[in-house]
């Protein structure tokens, strides 16, 4: 008992050492489980924003092709080869199974129409399959030619399709539907059709559409990000239900994942779920305190503490690593992008949140007479409207929301902000001050923190 205090000093010692080392080695855990968990969260994150970025490319791909229908009276078999072959799609997006032009075609004008089809490149050209109709919709073009089997089906005889045409043609935008398959063909699971509808003055004249490899385009996005130990799950839907699974990528399921993560998103007018979940590898690595680890000294504890530190600062290099490389990915996509839009038959005008322009693509450039450089981050799109014509605006709707909106760039941005549609004809002042009358649509642009970025208008010429 005489040296009590010494056992004691020492217990106390062994105690708060033990409980020291077992409470620094318990952080470091939490560490590398915070690491793990923000380095799922980062690939899941990526590959969500690149399947959107993904669709957006499709989009801007089927209103290229739909340009070059409006900018030809009449396009043939050989045209179409032509012009699609050019785009050199295949070597950049080979999920795209297939591109093609659907017609639409009354039941009295099916005669003449036929006739003047099979005169343009295609003399064996008949719809099929043959059921009396007050409307056809067959398959006129296709690209490339292996899916030739496809000329003639008529895709009125597919419900699901019929009815995605029909909400095309009201919403004038690209719409995700089922797979063109009928009894003549037949395609893999995993495959959707993408539908634009093709409207000129004169009415609706058919469709362009497009045969998507959704489970190849996702596992692409998943080879180019390089993910790692993680599965997806994609659903049609605003939940995981197993009967509407689209695709699924499992390269290394795991019944009780440590991580996991769910988001919805919508492309061409139908929701879906996008189910993440970590595999296995994300657990390899985490030590778990031992009964042993209680005893260590501070020395151990400090010896730990570099060790974690060093794999600390070498999981944030390859954080790093991989931010700088989805960033230069993403370059590379604006890239793609800018070149698409230059290619776009419609005027392209996005201006920053104050309305400063920020693109201005080559058909605005041939619309108004400007060049980009003249008018990117100089001026706002006010410079191309008639004043009389924001006046009046600017009181319509100062009326109509009961305060006062000026009349400048609040006249374009006000309904925009508020998520309300706003499509209306305008006359745009060229630079040599003529005047065209065109149908202007304008929308807000959102950051992926749904924060307000700016606006973009497509507009396109109309007839007075």
């Known amino acids: 008992m005489k040296n009590w205090k010494s056992y004691f000093f020492i217990s106390l010692i062994a105690i708060v050492g033990s409980l020291t080392s077992y409470l620094v080695f318990r952080q470091a855990i939490d560490e590398q489980i915070q690491a793990k968990r923000i380095d799922f969260y980062h690939q899941s994150q990526s590959f969500y924003f690149s399947l959107k970025n993904r669709f957006f490319t499709y989009q801007v791909i089927l209103k290229s092709l739909r340009g070059f229908f409006l900018s030809s009276e009449i396009v043939d078999q050989n045209e179409w080869q032509s012009y699609v072959s050019s785009l050199a799609l295949w070597d950049r997006f080979p999920s795209i199974e297939l591109l093609g032009f659907v017609q639409k075609i009354s039941k009295e004008q099916m005669g003449a129409e036929v006739e003047k089809i099979r005169s343009r490149g295609t003399p064996d050209f008949k719809i099929w399959p043959v059921k009396e109709a007050s409307v056809y919709l067959p398959v006129v073009y296709t ?73 190849s385009s996702t596992d692409l996005l998943a080879r180019e990000l390089g993910l790692k130990d993680v599965n997806y799950q994609i659903y049609r839907g605003k939940i995981a239900d197993p009967t509407q699974i689209i695709v699924a990528r499992l390269p290394s399921p795991d019944e009780n994942p440590i991580f996991s993560d769910t988001y919805e998103m919508t492309l061409g007018g139908v929701d879906l779920t996008l189910v993440f979940s970590s595999g296995p590898g994300y657990k390899v690595g985490i030590r778990y305190a031992y009964p042993t680890v209680l005893l260590l000294s501070g020395l151990l504890t400090t010896l730990l503490l570099m060790i974690l530190i060093y794999f600390a600062y070498k999981e944030k290099v390859i954080l790093t690593e991989d931010a700088e490389k989805i960033e230069q990915q993403g370059a590379q996509a604006c890239s793609i992008r800018q070149a698409l839009l230059n290619h776009m038959n419609d005027c392209v005008i996005c201006s920053d949140e104050k309305g400063k322009i ?106 007075e």
């Open 358 to 463: 920020v693109i201005f693509n080559k058909a605005a450039e041939k619309l108004l007479g400007y060049k980009a450089e003249e008018v990117i981050g100089k001026t706002t799109p006010v410079i191309f409207h008639d004043p009389k014509e924001m006046d009046e605006r600017a009181k319509e709707l100062s009326t109509l929301f009961g305060r006062q909106i000026a009349p400048g760039f609040e006249v374009f941005a006000f309904l925009a902000q508020k998520g309300i549609p706003d499509e209306k004809k305008w006359h745009y002042i060229r630079k040599d001050q003529s005047r065209v009358a065109v149908s202007l649509n304008i929308q807000e642009l959102k950051n992926n923190k749904g924060e307000l970025i700016g606006f973009m208008g497509i507009s396109h010429e109309t007839q």
């Open 143 to 215: 690209f490339p030619q292996k899916y030739s089997s496809y000329i003639g089906l008529d895709l009125n005889q597919d419900s699901a399709i019929s009815e995605a045409t029909k909400k095309a043609r009201s919403s004038e935008e690209m719409i995700l539907t089922d797979p063109i398959e009928l009894s003549k063909v037949r395609l893999n699971k995993g495959i959707l059709s993408l539908l634009i509808p093709i409207n000129k003055s004169a009415g609706n004249i058919g469709w362009i559409v497009a045969l998507i490899n959704f489970k």
